[in-house]
Every structure is written in C-alpha cells, then in structure tokens.
C-alpha cells in the first residue's frame, strides 16, 4: 500500500523560511505528477504548487510565486516544498499529493486529479 510520508513544517517568525518533504513508498507505482495544498481553519484546501514527473513542469499558485519553491527527485520518488519570505497568511496545514496511476493527469492544480495524500504538517507564522 502506497503511503506518503511528510516532513517538515513548524513555527516561524514572518519573513523567515521552512522546508517541507515528502516521499513516496510502498507498492509498485506510476507518478504522474506530486504537490502541496493547505488548508487553513475555516477555508478550503487549496493549491500551493506542484510538479509533473515527466518533464518536470512546476506550476504555483499566484499567492506564492517567487516565495515558494517546489522540486522533485525521481529516484527517490520525493517531493520538496521550499518556502521563503515567510507571511502569517500562510499559516496552514499543509499537505502533499500524489498522482499516482497514471502517467498523466490533465490539471495538476486541481484536488481532484490527485489519488494519495499526506496526513499534513502544520505551519505556523508569526507576526
């Protein structure tokens, strides 16, 4: 059974940085594409940014553009989430994604295309 393993996350002051990972592991699988939502208390699970496993595209969301960036390890089947620049706006649970059974998926933006997930990791940012 496939599983997706997060870590990272934490406290920080606005304006300082944190770094998210997760792996992958477990069972005979085909990526499609890994990323990140969150969700913060009374909104809903929203896109952060996500990869394609073939070619490697990245898409963000505009809020986090030039703050945050995603990355990828095919060999370790793992994907990371850098952030930077730090606002209280972005304190959420965050959680990562996996596409799984296929090679591709049409809008990796999208909750829906995603078949597995993390069990989220909380980020926390002080003003």
């Known amino acids: 059974q496939v599983q997706l393993g997060e870590s990272g996350g934490g406290l920080v002051q606005a304006g300082g940085s944190l770094r998210l990972s997760c792996a992958a592991s477990?069972?005979?699988?085909?990526?499609?594409?890994m990323g990140w939502f969150r969700q913060a208390p009374g909104k809903e699970r929203e896109f952060v940014a996500s990869?394609?496993?073939?070619?490697?595209?990245?898409y963000y969301a505009d809020s986090v553009k030039g703050r945050f960036t995603v990355s990828r390890d095919t060999a370790k089947n793992t994907v990371a989430l850098q952030m930077n620049s730090l606002k209280p706006e972005d304190t959420a649970v965050y959680y990562c994604?996996?596409?799984?059974?296929?090679?591709?998926?049409?809008?990796?933006?999208?909750?829906?295309?995603?078949?597995?997930w993390g069990q989220g990791t909380q980020v926390t940012v002080s003003s």
């Open positions: 990869v394609r496993w073939n070619g490697g595209t990245l």
């Open positions: 477990g069972g005979t699988f085909t990526t499609a594409a």
């Open positions: 994604a996996a596409a799984l059974r296929s090679r591709w998926i049409v809008r990796p933006t999208s909750t829906v295309e995603y078949d597995h």
